[in-house]
């Protein structure tokens, strides 16, 4: 069972707000000794998403290079948001934007 599960509806509203670009707190150090990711994020929106209806991210950590993921029903993505920043834009368009987060990390560091 993943240790987080966040569970997210957007809707359009009168006044749409987002999520300010940040990292996402490791709960231990964000590299492993050997260098690689601690945790990883899955994103799982369960409706199609794109542009200002979707989440933002950097392609690598400090880039600052924010692109939204485009991903249709049923896709998923998975990224490093313990060292990539990322965020969310006002829901300006016509469709509510449901989706599912969550991290996995190596057993090892689960105990």
């Known amino acids: 069972m993943p240790d987080i599960w966040v569970f997210n509806i957007n809707p359009r509203t009168a006044e749409p707000k987002g999520w300010a670009p940040h990292r996402d ?7 492993r000794p050997d260098g690689s990711a601690a945790s990883i994020n899955f994103w799982l929106p ?6 200002a209806n979707s ?9 600052g290079d924010y692109a939204p993921f485009d991903l249709d029903y049923g896709e998923c993505m998975r990224f490093y948001g313990n060292r990539c920043r990322h965020y969310t834009v006002a829901n300006s368009t016509s ?5 599912i987060d969550f991290r996995v990390i190596p057993a090892s560091l689960a105990a």
């Open 25 to 31: 707190r490791p709960y231990a150090d964000p590299l």
């Open 46 to 51: 369960l409706t199609a998403v794109a542009g």
């Open 55 to 63: 989440l933002y991210s950097e392609s690598a950590p400090g880039l």
């Open 95 to 99: 469709t509510t934007r449901v989706s």
